[in-house]
Structure formats: structure tokens, C-alpha cells
């Protein structure tokens, strides 16, 4: 487990935002990512019946979408111990191999610093 208090402050923010989009949202998983230019895309879950999204790819879509030429960072609070490849893949697509990517728990303590690459 990392130690949350450790973490860079705009690190902790989008652990933060993560785990407030989950909560107001009533879904499985909130994400957050951090774009080059140190805006902020937040995401939950999308669960319809003709389109389903992780929270992570969902947010990234969202900066995409916003112009985003790339990330800094990415944060994911889910009850799973990790995220998906899918979830990997698309953080690597807009940021790079290096991009790293905090998995929190519900409790918003983050379990693991992963790296999309």
C-alpha cells in the first residue's frame, strides 16, 4: 500500500475527485486524470445497455474529447485490487507508458502506483 499522505498534492486531488465521483454517483468505480496542462477530467462507471465503460476509460474519453494531448497522471478508487488492461491501454494511448496510475480503494488509501506501460 502507498501512503497517501505521501503523495504530490495534485496526486492526492485527483485520488480525491475520483473517490467523490463514485460516491455522488452510486457506481462501481470513480476515476480522475490529470492532463498536461493540469486540468482535471472526472469520471464514474457507465452502465447502459448498448455502451459500457470503466470509470478510467470513461475519463480519459472525456479529455480526449476536451482537446487533451496527453496525461499526467490517472487515479482509479474501486473495490478491485486492480484495473484492467483495457483500462492501462487507454491511459497509455493519450499519456504514455510512463503514466503512472494510482488504484485507491473505497477508503480513497491508495493500494498500488501502477504505470500504464
Do not use: F, H
Amino acid at each position: 500500500m502507498t501512503d497517501s499522505n505521501a503523495l504530490d498534492p495534485e496526486d492526492r486531488k485527483i485520488v480525491t475527485l475520483a473517490r467523490s465521483a463514485r460516491a455522488r454517483n452510486g457506481v462501481a468505480e470513480g476515476a480522475a486524470v490529470r492532463d498536461e496542462t493540469g486540468r482535471t477530467y472526472v469520471a464514474g462507471t457507465v452502465e447502459l445497455d448498448s455502451l459500457k465503460l470503466s470509470a478510467l476509460r470513461t475519463a480519459v474519453a472525456m479529455a480526449v474529447a476536451s482537446g487533451a494531448k496527453s496525461l499526467e497522471a490517472a487515479a482509479v478508487v474501486t473495490a478491485g485490487e486492480s484495473v484492467s488492461d483495457q483500462d492501462l491501454a487507454a491511459v497509455r494511448d493519450l499519456g504514455g507508458a510512463g503514466t503512472p496510475v494510482l488504484v485507491a480503494g473505497l477508503d480513497g488509501a491508495v493500494r498500488v502506483s501502477l504505470t500504464a506501460g
